[in-house]
């Protein structure tokens, strides 16, 4: 009879020792979900900051050719190409407010927001693809059409101020004349003439200007590079764009997955991430 009580005693303590473990397990498992739980919000911080300054460089981009650089869409005379940076003017702000909003959530963790971002960052990336793949699109039909536009352009020079204002600064801006080169012009005008003394200065302000005098090479080159780096800058910063929604999307769906486990050792070891 002793025996067999010691043996339910041994039995009892080995079955308290293994809950004991369990336990233990159980809030080191716990604290490791926790720790994960952290990093994660870091990383949604940090991504959505990301996110953020690149939608700032995209408006700062976009403000600088409509505030500065307003004389080439007069120039080529491309509805299609001042919609294009409209577009992207719009597309710069939806990213900050999102990134805005990836940044609050991933202080307040709340879960209700985490869902919210996932729909917001999913719908955005979705827009900017299929931005991008009629930007491209518009680009390279962009190329075929610049020349005539400019052209058409370009015959208004005598007859509209604005065109010639227009053209005028394109010329002394980007130093080049004409459309393919001086020869376009029948009468070259002051603001294609590179002066580099004061007598060559004053010369083409009193519209004395020879040949040698006039930009050789054409405009049409020049706001072709123009168009080139915008494109470049503006196709970087979107698939970046891109790249940061899914980041955080991939954060915030892993973060969601976790938010049951981590209530549930709140509740138990009273852990708080």
């Known amino acids: ?49 990301l996110l953020v300054l690149v939608g700032l460089a995209l408006l700062l981009l976009t403000m600088i050719h409509f505030l500065f650089r307003d004389h080439i869409n007069i120039v080529i005379a491309q509805k299609g190409f ?20 990836g940044i609050i959530t991933s202080i307040t963790r709340a879960k209700p927001m985490l869902v919210a971002y996932c729909i917001a960052a999913a719908i955005l990336a979705l ?12 680009f390279s039909n962009l190329k075929d059409t610049e020349r005539n536009s400019m052209i058409s352009t370009f015959n208004k020079y005598r007859c509209q101020r604005w065109v010639r204002q227009g053209w005028d600064t394109v010329q002394e801006k980007y130093q080049c004349c004409g459309v393919e080169a001086r020869g376009d012009w029948k009468y070259i005008p002051p603001s294609c003439c590179h002066a580099e003394t004061k007598f ?4 083409c302000i009193n519209h004395f200007i020879q040949e040698e005098q006039a930009y050789s090479g054409g405009c049409r080159t020049k706001l072709e590079d123009y168009f080139t780096s915008m494109f470049l800058l503006i196709s970087c910063l979107l698939i970046l764009a891109i790249i940061l929604l899914l980041l955080g999307i991939l954060a915030a769906l892993r973060l969601l997955k976790m938010y049951k486990i981590i209530l549930m050792c709140r509740e138990m070891f009273l852990i708080t991430p």
Do not use: H, P
């Not at 919609?83 to 407010?97: F, H, K, N, T």
């Not at 827009?127 to 518009?138: G, S, T, V």
């Not at 060559?200 to 010369?203: I, T, V």
């Open 200 to 203: 060559q200065k004053l010369a």
């Open 82 to 101: 001042v919609s294009w940076l409209w577009g992207a003017m719009a597309l710069s702000i939806c990213i900050i407010v999102v990134g805005v909003y």
């Open 1 to 49: 009879i002793l025996g067999e009580k010691r043996l339910e005693e041994q039995v009892k303590d080995t079955d308290k020792d293994g809950e004991k473990y369990e336990e233990q397990y159980r809030a080191i498992q716990c604290k490791r979900y926790t720790r994960n739980f952290k990093m994660l919000l870091w990383a949604l911080f940090i991504i959505n900051t």
């Open 127 to 138: 827009i900017i693809l299929i931005y991008l793949l009629i930007f491209w699109l518009m």
